[in-house]
């Protein structure tokens, strides 16, 4: 994720403002260009950008629930912005909890939707394609204390999550009954998407024979995949091959597990590259030992060992970090020779359908 800046004071915003804490101008994110901006109130709930008074805008309808400050268009043919059209089934708003659990959920989806735009993937609701659009249900328990829970997946471009997975505590102990090093909100959506784009971009294309030989066959039964991944686990030597034990599991779940981690190396890094960040160790005397000038957009680079160049440094800094406020490692995971393969497969496959959709 980017830095943005208040253009009438020029504070720092973050992504997920709705009021400059300086200035004190309400902020609104304008998504064809992917800025956050501060707004000048019109007539009947309407803004213009601020020293831009070409558009009209409202909020998203979604606003009012605290969930979403992004812009639409005044005239427009829906009242949701870019991000929440995606939406098809939302929590029961007459319970507070669960608008809580909403409002963490919208802040990753909207991260992650901002991503996917930034690297200009096809991303459309399936309100206006219902075969290869994408939609989401935020879903909850109905009886927490049962045996059928709802349970997060991804089906012919329906991602489906329960809101359980926004509740610390719950995800917390989720994660070790999982044995997982990481498990985060905005993970979630960046791995079930990654089902998604398999769908679109993979399956039957030329990439398919590729895919193959690095991830696996994809025809291999699923259902009996995942029972014999809980009931015997994962290959004694699966860290050789996967990102991560799940990785191990099936064919689908390598590919969306690793684009989860591509789309959490490309935002990072942009992050750090909007702070201008460098990593110079001062214990290192060749000057070239994990050592960085993160002065690329990476969204903008090619080459995909470049881009590893950047990130292993800087992981092991924020690594480093994290330890040193005695926390755990941030990103805590090693990427092997095999797996590298298969995240630069993922990097060429999305720069390559960048260049055909412009």
Not at 126 to 131: G, M
Not at 235 to 250: L, N, Q, V
Request: charged letters at 25%; proline letters at 5%.
């Amino acid at each position: 994720m980017k830095l943005f800046k208040c253009t009438h004071c020029g504070n720092l915003l973050y992504f997920e403002n709705y009021r400059c804490e300086q200035c004190g101008y309400p902020l609104g994110f304008v998504a064809h260009s992917l800025e956050l901006r501060p707004l000048v109130p019109q007539k009947n709930d309407t803004y213009t950008v601020y020293n831009d008074e070409a558009t009209l805008y409202r909020y998203c309808a979604n606003h009012q629930y605290g969930v979403c400050n992004w812009l639409v268009a005044e005239g427009s043919q829906t009242d949701y912005c870019k991000a929440c059209t995606l939406n098809r089934t939302v929590p029961n708003l007459s319970r507070p909890e669960y608008v809580q659990r909403w409002q963490v959920i919208e802040t990753a989806k909207h991260r992650l939707v901002y991503s996917l735009r930034r690297m200009k993937l096809p991303l459309v609701s399936k309100t206006t394609d219902p075969d290869k659009g994408l939609s989401f249900d935020f879903l909850a328990d109905e009886n927490p204390d049962g045996n059928q829970r709802i349970l997060t997946g991804h089906t012919g471009g329906l991602i489906t999550l329960n809101i359980a997975e926004a509740d610390d505590i719950e995800r917390e102990m989720t994660r070790k009954a999982m044995d997982e090093p990481y498990r985060t909100v905005l993970g979630h959506f960046r791995h079930e998407v990654g089902h998604y784009y398999w769908d679109q971009l993979i399956d039957g294309s030329d990439y398919l024979d590729e895919y193959r030989r690095l991830f696996g066959d994809e025809r291999r039964d699923y259902a009996d995949a995942l029972k014999q991944h809980y009931e015997q686990g994962p290959p004694t030597d699966w860290p050789k091959e996967y990102i991560s034990s799940y990785a191990s599991t099936h064919p689908w779940e390598d590919w969306a597990e690793t684009w989860a981690h591509y789309l959490h190396i490309i935002d990072t890094l942009e992050t750090a590259y909007s702070f201008g960040l460098s990593v110079q160790p001062r214990v290192v005397e060749d000057g070239t030992l994990l050592t960085a000038d993160l002065n690329t957009d990476p969204y903008n680079l090619d080459n995909f060992e470049t881009l590893m160049s950047l990130w292993l440094p800087l992981s092991f800094a924020m690594n480093s970090i994290n330890r040193s406020m005695g926390h755990q490692d941030l990103y805590p995971f090693v990427i092997p020779p095999r797996v590298m393969e298969k995240l630069s497969f993922i990097h060429r496959v999305c720069y390559e359908a960048r260049m055909v959709l412009g």
